[in-house]
Nanobody
Framework: QVQLVESGGGLVQPGGSLRLSCAAS????????MTWYRQAPGKERELVAT????????YYADSMKGRFTISRDNAKNAVYLQMNSLKPEDTAVYYC???????????WGKGTLVTVSS
């Protein structure tokens, strides 16, 4: 059974930090590109950061560059998102996605809520 389980969300003050984790099971994690998405209230889901299957390549949305860091541990079947200098506009539900291009396969977690507020 495929599972992606996010954790680490919560309430944090502006300027603070959080580290999100996504634990994967039920598929060959090391073959999949992993991506963090987020969806703020009333807005569309947006890409936050992506990491290649081996971890050598990463991509960040412009608004996250320099503040967020994506990483993965293929031995632990986990992907992480270190978020620093958090802003109120970072408030959203953060989702973990696993993607394989050939064949096309997408798995999603249920999300973890991050609230940035004083």
């Amino acid at each position: 059974q495929v599972q992606l389980v996010e954790s680490g969300g919560g309430l944090v003050q502006p300027g603070g930090s959080l580290r999100l984790s996504c634990a994967a099971s039920g598929f060959t994690f090391s073959r999949y590109t992993m991506t963090w998405y987020r969806q703020a209230p009333g807005k569309e889901r947006e890409l936050v950061a992506t990491i290649s299957s081996g971890g050598s390549s990463t991509y960040y949305a412009d608004s996250m560059k320099g503040r967020f860091t994506i990483s993965r541990d293929n031995a632990k079947n986990a992907v992480y998102l270190q978020m620093n200098s958090l802003k109120p506009e970072d408030t959203a539900v953060y989702y973990c996605n696993a993607r394989l291009l050939t064949p096309r396969v997408d798995y999603w977690g249920k999300g973890t809520l991050v609230t940035v507020s004083s």
